[in-house]
């Protein structure tokens, strides 16, 4: 019986996987729709019905052209951090709280502070391993921006915990079928999706591949299935961060139709922002987390505590 249920949670998994790389796979399908139309073009529409087949082909086309590596390079470790990447984009999405068969997480929200944090080590390896200044640079904004904007994820998230005193990620549904938490923490809601931007390296924060002035940063180097690896990452990540806010702020888990359109909105969200926003400064950028988000949600922090300690 014990190998039945092993087995079953491995295949559960792998579901869950594959659901996932379909799911990165539309999303990069709308996101070049969706820029399109606010480009006033048209996005893809060759391959397949409305080119519905154009994320197939890309990955084919990626994954089978030649696999280049710079000379001077440090060949094991440039080779091996898009991998190590995206296996750990992946594994954060082990969290899903299903109701059967899988895994659940009783310090889910932890365990996902820890594999975002392992995160910026691959960016940062990414950026050294290939041994060219641009991708150097392009590294090291990245990881000074992802862990700046860490710290006050941390904070922000530390406030819906204590509003439920539990790291279960199911215990958001119970305490949220009266109101939403975005309802009465608004403005950590706000700091939130902009923290989700900076954290997921997106527009308007997009500085480890700044083409204006690092020509792409640790980008540069990656061709084929490395930079195929580093995107899938980056957009598994991002329906992952969409996926955590329509969990703590937009009603919690349920497995209905809803929760899905919420979290495909908030998906929606990132490309409407890329569409519209210019490319921040980078020095301002460091204000936003150091100067403004993380008063803000430590005063938050200290509200909520207080409210928590009155009501009890």
Avoid: H
């Amino acid at each position: 019986m014990l190998m039945y249920d092993i087995y079953m949670i491995i295949i559960g998994l792998l579901i869950l996987l594959i659901g996932v790389l379909i799911g990165v796979a539309f999303l990069t399908l709308l996101e070049r729709k969706v820029l399109g139309y606010i480009q006033i073009r048209k996005g893809p529409n060759k391959v397949g019905l409305i080119g519905i087949l154009q994320p197939f082909s890309d990955a084919i086309k990626l994954f089978t052209k030649e696999q280049t590596y710079p000379i001077f390079s440090n060949y094991l470790s440039y080779y091996f951090s898009p991998v190590i990447s995206f296996i750990l984009s992946l594994m954060i999405w082990v969290l899903i709280p299903y109701y059967f068969n899988l895994i659940s997480f009783n310090l889910g929200i932890l365990f996902f502070l820890c594999c975002t944090s392992m995160g910026v080590y691959t960016v940062m390896i990414a950026g050294w391993s290939s041994n060219s200044n641009y991708s150097l640079l392009g590294g090291l904004r990245a990881v000074a921006q992802t862990i700046s904007y860490e710290v006050s994820l941390s904070l922000i998230l530390l406030s819906s915990i204590l509003m439920v005193m539990d790291f279960n990620m199911m215990i958001f549904f119970f305490y949220q079928q009266m109101i939403w938490f975005m309802v009465i923490m608004f403005p950590l809601g706000l700091c939130w999706i902009s923290s989700m931007l900076a954290e997921t390296n997106r527009t308007p924060f997009d500085f480890a591949e700044g083409e204006s002035e690092l020509v792409s940063g640790f980008n540069i180097e990656y061709s084929s299935g490395g930079f195929a690896l580093i995107f899938l990452a980056e957009y598994s990540s991002i329906l992952f961060m969409s996926f955590l806010f329509s969990m703590i702020y937009m009603g919690g888990y349920s497995l209905t139709l809803i929760f899905y359109l919420k979290l495909t909105f908030i998906s929606f969200l990132f490309i409407w922002v890329r569409g519209t926003l210019p490319r921040y400064r980078y020095d301002k950028l460091m204000y936003l987390a150091w100067k403004s988000y993380l008063p803000i949600s430590l005063n938050f922090l200290l509200f909520f505590l207080g409210l928590k300690i009155f009501l009890l």
